[in-house]
């Protein structure tokens, strides 16, 4: 089976920096994505980690580590419209196998 | 480019009623995918077809829940009866070809079974 762990709430300050991290156990990897969802509306794309290190778009980055099963978001420069949920989602290696999404972590950015 | 269009954004039905969501997805994008979502909760898989063939309806609750893609491009999702537990956001998304490829959601159906 698959199991994703995230915190369920955040909160953070504008401006400032933030880190939101996912474990994860699955049967093989391939491939971790993360997803931004506000409230009402559906999840949109972030980024995607398939190999360790750390992925730099812009404001957020995402880092893998496939030997300790984590990963973390890191939005940085934060602003209001930040505030969201933000989904961790794991592959499978099997052909078949789904993405399997985490509960989210809801993000409140305050002034 | 269109995004995933979805219909109805919000139904209201009374339990044992039944219910149909419709779903278009991407144009060129063969992969479409049926969520559903709970209250606080991530998105679960119910079922992912590759053009029309059902791939994994693994969970998908068949006693109740049936779909279709006869054409390869739109789908339907339906349930018969509804029951109180169904209340949820039906999202469906779509993608190209592969499983590494970025999945694209449409808005949801915001379902509530009274």
């Known amino acids: 089976g698959q199991n994703i762990d995230q915190p369920t709430e955040m909160t953070a300050t504008e401006g400032a920096i933030v880190q939101i991290n996912c474990t994860y156990q699955?049967?093989?990897?391939?491939?971790l994505f993360w997803y931004q969802q506000h409230a009402g509306e559906a999840p949109t794309f972030l980024s995607y980690?398939?190999?360790?290190g750390l992925e730099e778009k812009g404001r957020f980055s995402s880092f893998l580590s496939r030997s300790k099963g984590y990963s973390y978001l890191l939005l940085k420069e934060l602003q209001m419209k930040d505030s969201a949920s933000y989904l961790c989602?794991?592959?499978?290696?099997?052909?078949?196998?789904?993405?399997?999404f985490g509960k989210g972590t809801r993000l409140s950015v305050i002034a | 480019e269109a995004g995933v269009v979805q219909s109805p954004r919000y139904k209201i039905i009374e339990k044992k009623q039944p219910v149909a969501f419709w779903c278009n997805p991407i144009?060129?994008?063969?992969?479409l995918y049926w969520y559903r979502q709970n209250l606080g909760q991530g998105p679960e898989l119910l079922i992912r077809?590759?053009?029309?063939?059902?791939?994994?309806d693994s969970q998908l609750p068949k006693d109740r829940f049936s779909a279709e893609r006869l054409k390869g491009v739109d789908s339907t999702l339906k349930i018969q009866p509804a029951e109180l537990g169904d209340s949820a956001v039906y999202l469906c998304?779509?993608?190209?070809?592969?499983?590494?490829?970025?999945?694209?959601f449409g808005p949801g159906t915001r379902l509530t079974v009274l």
């Open positions: 144009s060129g994008h063969n992969t």
């Open positions: 699955t049967s093989g990897f391939n491939g």
């Open positions: 980690n398939v190999l360790d």
């Open positions: 989602a794991v592959r499978g290696n099997s052909g078949n196998t789904p993405l399997v």
């Open positions: 998304a779509s993608s190209l070809p592969g499983l590494l490829n970025e999945q694209f």
């Open positions: 077809y590759e053009n029309e063939e059902a791939v994994d």
